[in-house]
């Protein structure tokens, strides 16, 4: 059909004509005014939406009215009429649809007249380019900014072939965020680029390329290695964390454990669901992925959840979701963990953090008290979205990361984010974050005594690993030394592989056993 093939050439504008043409021929059909619905709610165009089918329910003894009616309540619900939409709905023969949509209303509303005291400002011009401005990333250190631009995108687009999404990047310099500036290539391309996530350490950006043919699905998950200040061509993620299928907005645990991101790929709940792999890191730097697991029934719906952060205290996971109920469109949500892969209930971040437009790509600053977000600014007269910066209230901030509330020291606990050279004792400059905070602690307690304890796995032969992991021990203590910790403090010991805490017949289980560990006596 000449329409389909339109639209998916990227023509919307004549698209659009030839529904409106069809829809003069046959004007009792329902089908061409739900196309067009389908058009417009794929722009964001919620007025044109709400004509159309106001128009089309005028019509003498129109085909599919109840569809229609249906079609007509959700489009006022996203319009943020909660009143008229559940007017509309109301007129519907009682199903459980109609329920759900008329519960969604009630729920909508109160959230609206109950709102939270926050403060949404949007970043300003350094940050936020004329076109649409979407999934924010800010570095542990808070020097650097990202952001995916979509290029061409303001407002309502006739031809969707014509849009560019690169990833930007802005620094802070005095305390004010200089003009954002598109990364060069190769993490640019003439493909789609976006999504960018920077891990705790600042050793790896990941990010999403999509329509690259020489990828693996619609969209792929690829990250580069931070090499002396430097990054590396970007590195196609493997399966299982990429498939033939769509991943997009990643997120690396502040561990580097763990990455979260959205996927459309068989075994989901719905459309589009949170999943979590595991991280296996190689001796060069580069990763493997394991395990892929569904973030279970409390995080997915039947509908679309995307953009997973994980705040920096390992528990509070946030995310955006159409399925659970909320104030329209895409709303921030948030779960905590209570055992590995199993979450709270969600609870919505509330008015005004979310509106009835979109709202997605959250993320926390470490100490909980400022998130960043993207969001629709026709709210504020602007057409496209832009990146807001926003006060949290106490009443939904997360725990804030502190070592203290990390590590329990009345039990060993592992360093996460201690990096040497393969073969080697020298300590890397990431790992310098954590052994930091590790000071910090020791100093919160200076009665007790702290040992250091290195651990390998099993390859190579015992004696050249006990050796090896007594001199990384050794290095930790010099360091923490070197920082002001008296040595009567400190003691170091090596165990070579006698204590694995997983089996050594994996990458991933070889992983987990070359560690630090820390107890206090």
Same mark, same amino acid.
């Given at each position: 059909?000449?329409? !389909? ?13 030839? $529904?409106?043409?069809? $829809? ?30 106001? @128009? =089309? ?30 007017? /509309? ?10 329920? @759900? ?58 031809? /969707? ?5 690169? $990833?930007?990047?802005? +620094? ?60 590396? @061509?970007?590195?196609? =993620? ?15 645990? =502040?561990?580097?454990?763990? $990455? ?51 705040? =920096?205290?390992?528990? /509070? ?30 609870? !919505? ?30 709210? /504020? ?90 001199? +990384? ?36 289980? @070889? ?11």
């Amino acid at each position: 059909m000449q329409i !389909n093939a339109q639209l998916s050439s990227g023509d919307v504008q004549g698209g659009i004509e030839q $529904i409106e043409k069809q $829809i003069k021929k046959e004007k009792k059909e329902a089908q061409w005014y739900w196309l067009l619905d389908d058009v417009y709610q794929a722009q964001n165009n919620t007025p044109a939406r709400i004509d159309n089918l106001e @128009r =089309a329910l005028r019509v003498k003894k129109l085909s599919e009215k109840e569809g229609t009616i249906y079609r007509l309540g959700n489009a006022y619900f996203d319009d943020g009429n909660y009143q008229k939409a559940k007017a /509309t709905y109301a007129t519907l023969p009682t199903s459980g649809i109609q329920q @759900r949509a008329l519960k969604a209303c009630d729920i909508a509303d109160s959230l609206r007249n109950h709102p939270v005291e926050s403060d949404r400002i949007g970043m300003g011009d350094s940050i936020n380019l004329p076109y649409d401005n979407i999934w924010p990333s800010l570095t542990a250190n808070g020097n650097f900014f990202c952001s995916t631009v979509v290029l061409g995108k303001r407002g309502f687009v006739g031809n /969707t072939l014509q849009l560019q999404e690169d $990833i930007y990047i802005s +620094r802070k310099k005095n305390g004010i965020w200089q003009g954002a500036e598109a990364l060069p290539y190769p993490i640019n391309t003439e493909h789609n680029e976006g999504s960018p996530c920077f891990s705790a350490d600042g050793k790896y950006l990941f990010f999403v390329r999509c329509g690259d043919r020489s990828g693996m699905g619609s969209c792929d998950i690829y990250y580069c290695i931070n090499q002396k200040g430097k990054w590396s @061509r970007p590195i196609l =993620a493997p399966a299982p964390l990429n498939s033939k299928h769509w991943e997009s907005t990643p997120c690396i645990s =502040a561990f580097g454990k763990e $990455i979260y991101f959205a996927s459309n790929r068989p075994g989901g709940k719905g459309k589009k669901d949170i999943w979590v792999c595991q991280i296996v890191p190689n001796n060069d730097g580069t990763l493997q992925f394991i395990n892929p697991q569904n973030a279970g029934d409390s995080i997915n719906t039947p509908y679309d959840e995307i953009s997973p952060f994980l705040h =920096a205290n390992d528990s /509070t996971l946030y995310f955006s979701s159409n399925g659970h109920f909320g104030m329209g469109r895409l709303d921030v949500f948030y779960s905590n963990r209570l055992a590995e892969n199993q979450w709270s209930k969600p609870c !919505n971040m509330g008015y005004p953090i979310n509106t009835h437009a979109d709202e997605m790509g959250w993320m926390v600053s470490p100490d909980g008290k400022t998130a960043y977000m993207a969001a629709d600014s026709s709210l /504020t007269g602007v057409s496209h979205k832009i990146i807001y910066q926003i006060s949290l209230p106490k009443s939904v901030q997360p725990t804030p990361t502190t070592p203290q509330q990390l590590w329990d020291i009345q039990k060993a606990f592992t360093l996460h984010h201690i990096y040497f050279d393969f073969d080697q004792a020298t300590l890397k400059s990431e790992s310098e974050s954590e052994l930091n905070q590790l000071v910090s602690l020791i100093q919160d307690h200076p009665e007790k005594v702290f040992t250091i304890t290195g651990h390998t796995d099993n390859v190579g032969n015992e004696a050249y690993n006990l050796e090896l992991s007594q001199k +990384r021990a050794d290095s930790v203590v010099q360091y923490l030394i070197e920082k002001g910790i008296a040595p009567t403090r400190l003691v170091s010991k090596g165990m070579g592989s006698s204590q694995p805490t997983e089996s050594n017949d994996t990458e991933w289980g @070889r992983a987990k056993n070359r560690r630090i560990e820390v107890s206090a006596q």
